[in-house]
C-alpha cells in the first residue's frame, strides 16, 4: 500500500482553483436568489411611504403599496417575505392585544400579499415589542419584571393570528422560555400542520 504525502509537493490545492470550471464545480457556497428573504416594515393606511432613517434606502410602506412590491419581488424570484407592522401608538397596550388582532396590521399584510401573490411565502415575526406600550418584549409585572408565561400565552395566540390571515412561516423573535414548544403544539391544534 503507498501512503500519499499531504505535504508539499504532493498536495497542491492550487491544481484545483487553476480553471475556471473547477473553481466552480469545488466552491462551497453559492448564494442566488433563493437564499433570499425579503424584509419589509408594514404601516397603516393607503398610499403612505416613510424613510427609516437609520437605514438608508428603506423605507415603511402601507398594505396597498406593499402587494406592489410583493408582486415584483416574485417576479425577481425572491422566494418570501418577512412583514415586521409599524403599530400605531394608539393601538399599543400593556397587554398588547393588538398582536393578535385578526383585524390586526400584520394579519390584514399577509392575506393582502397572499391573495396577489399566493405562491411568495410570507413570513411574520412573532414577537410582542411593537404591540406594548412600554416597548418590551415580554408582559410586565407591577415591579416591572417580564412574565415568561403569561407572555408566552399572547405569543402563542399572535402565532394562531398569523398562521389563520395565511402566513407560511411564523418566527418567534422574543427570549421568552417555552414559545416554541407552545407555539408548535397550538399550531397543530389549529391544523395549522404545514405552517412553519
Known sequence: MTIVSRSYPAARPRRMRYAD??????????????????????L????????????????????DLLVKE???????GIPAMALFPVTPLAVKSDHAEEAYNPEGLAQRAVRAV?????????????????FTSHGQDGLMNPSGYIMND???????KQALSHAEAG?????PS?????????????????DHTNTQ
Open 70 to 76: 410583493a408582486e415584483q419581488i416574485a417576479e425577481l
Open 167 to 171: 402566513a407560511d412561516v411564523v418566527a
Open 21 to 42: 470550471f473547477s473553481r466552480r464545480l469545488m466552491r462551497e457556497h453559492q448564494l442566488t436568489t433563493d437564499d433570499l428573504i425579503y424584509p419589509t416594515f408594514v
Open 114 to 130: 397572499k391573495e396577489a401573490v399566493p405562491e411568495l411565502g410570507v413570513i411574520t415575526d412573532v414577537a410582542l415589542d411593537p
Open 150 to 156: 403569561e407572555t408566552v400565552e399572547v405569543l402563542v
Open 44 to 63: 397603516d393606511g393607503q398610499n403612505r411611504r416613510e424613510a427609516v432613517p437609520s437605514m438608508l434606502g428603506v423605507e415603511r410602506k402601507s398594505i
Open 174 to 190: 422574543d427570549m421568552m422560555d417555552g414559545r416554541i414548544g407552545e407555539i408548535r403544539t397550538a399550531l397543530e391544534a389549529q
